[in-house]
């Protein structure tokens, strides 16, 4: 028996941290080729080359796409997602895998799409369904959405709003969320561990501090970082452990004043391109809070009882659990916000509740059990169901 061609394709520290397991899974499974396309981010020396990462966990990547450009513009963007594209489709060409799968809904990821759809590769699409109002990404994980040919939702209310869009059923997956897998299958660093390897005392409170551009949003990402950075002031105790901005549009200029903020308080502040998987979970695991503006705030915090502060518009539309706390991205409101995090009642009242994504478990075992039963060469063929056929309901 012949093993089919599993492509994964990965841009991001974010989206591989999400994907390991499947991709430890796929590579170890006797039924199964695992290929692997780097892209975008994983590139870049200047988010951290983390296409290091990738090879340091044991895994050989077989094609790489470089594409961002030097601006970071929305036409930069643009063009970056232009050079993805054809990246891809010589990838495509050379590796003629019989199945993609991406994740989410960033630009490269659409490029991957696209590429796949002109070739007849049929696609598998992890968290479609989901709405980010404040982001293009938006835009970018519907087109995915269909043209991909099955589907791997993170809760039921998206495996709905999938077929909502013409969907099969059939085809249409509620599985979970991948990256919780990590929390019951990776050993994490202990918070001692962490805080040597930060260079921060050991028993520190601190914030894990994400913050991206809103690339729906006119006014810029300055405003909302700078308010971020006052508000912390009323917080002296707290020390702040600091991701780096992605690649969407203005993410330099974040950066950028992230690294004058950390020079100016060099004791208080640890500002990293990217933790890697074990540390940045490990850091959330043992944070204060999550603050800033990122998916993982709104997905994974949850599911270990971590408060979120979540900072605008760039995550409007996500189910929310009852451990997030929205702010505008002004002074007072992101103070309130850091407050009542801090609060032992609210947090008390956490526990025991079920976020709207779950809690750790299996969702790669259930994607691995779908994938060895498909028959990937009938799937390119299409379906789309009318909501009246499909009684109107999921």
């Known amino acids: ?32 080729k695992l290929s692997i396309i780097a892209s975008a981010m994983h590139l870049a020396p200047e988010f951290g080359e983390t296409v290091n990462f990738i090879r340091q966990d044991g895994f050989e990547i077989d094609a790489l796409v470089r594409c961002l450009d030097e601006d970071d513009s929305d036409i930069g963007m643009g063009r970056a997602y232009m050079r993805a594209t054809n990246g ?19 630009f490269e990821t659409l490029a991957a799409a696209t590429a796949a759809t002109f070739l007849h590769i049929p696609i598998g699409h992890i968290h479609g369904g989901e709405v980010t ?8 994980r519907h087109a995915i959405t269909k043209m991909a040919h099955l589907h791997f939702t993170a ?20 599985v979970g969320t991948v990256g919780l897998d990590n929390f019951t299958r990776l050993e994490l660093s202990s ?24 690339t729906m949003e006119s006014s810029g990402p300055q405003a909302g970082l700078e308010a971020l950075i006052e508000a912390f002031d009323a917080f002296p105790d707290l020390k702040l452990i600091i991701t780096k901005a992605n690649s969407d549009p203005g993410g330099r200029r974040i950066n950028e004043r992230l690294d004058a903020f950390m020079a100016a308080e060099p004791d208080r502040v640890r500002l990293v391109t990217s933790l890697g998987q074990l540390h940045y979970l490990a850091a959330m695991k043992a944070a204060s809070m999550v603050v800033g503006n990122s998916s993982s705030g709104i997905i994974e915090a949850p599911a270990i009882d971590v408060p979120t ?12 659990a009852d451990s997030i706390i929205d ?23 956490l526990k025991g509740k079920k976020p709207p994504y779950g809690r750790p478990g299996n969702a790669t075992g259930q994607i691995i059990s779908i994938l060895e039963v498909t028959k990937f060469n009938q799937l390119v063929r299409k379906p789309f169901t009318d909501l009246v056929s499909f009684g109107q309901q999921g």
């Open 88 to 106: 891809f489709l010589d990838a495509f060409d050379k590796l003629k895998p019989d199945f993609l799968i991406v994740l989410g809904d960033r």
């Open 1 to 32: 028996m012949n093993c089919s061609n599993i492509c994964i394709a990965t841009g991001t520290r974010a989206d591989y941290g999400l994907l390991y397991w499947l991709m430890h899974d796929l590579k170890n499974h006797p039924d199964f």
């Open 133 to 140: 109002l404040g982001a293009i990404d938006e835009v970018f």
């Open 309 to 320: 502060i979540n900072i605008g518009t760039r995550q409007e539309g996500r189910l929310r």
């Open 191 to 214: 918070k001692a561990d962490l805080m040597a390897h930060l260079g921060l005392p050991a028993q520190s409170d601190y914030a894990l501090v994400t913050y991206h551009p809103a």
């Open 327 to 349: 702010v505008n991205e002004d002074i007072a409101s992101i103070k309130a916000g850091i407050f009542q995090a801090l609060d032992p009642v609210f947090r008390a009242n």
């Open 155 to 174: 809760a039921e209310d998206y495996r709905r709003r999938v077929i909502q869009m013409g969907e099969a059923p059939e085809r249409s997956f509620n």
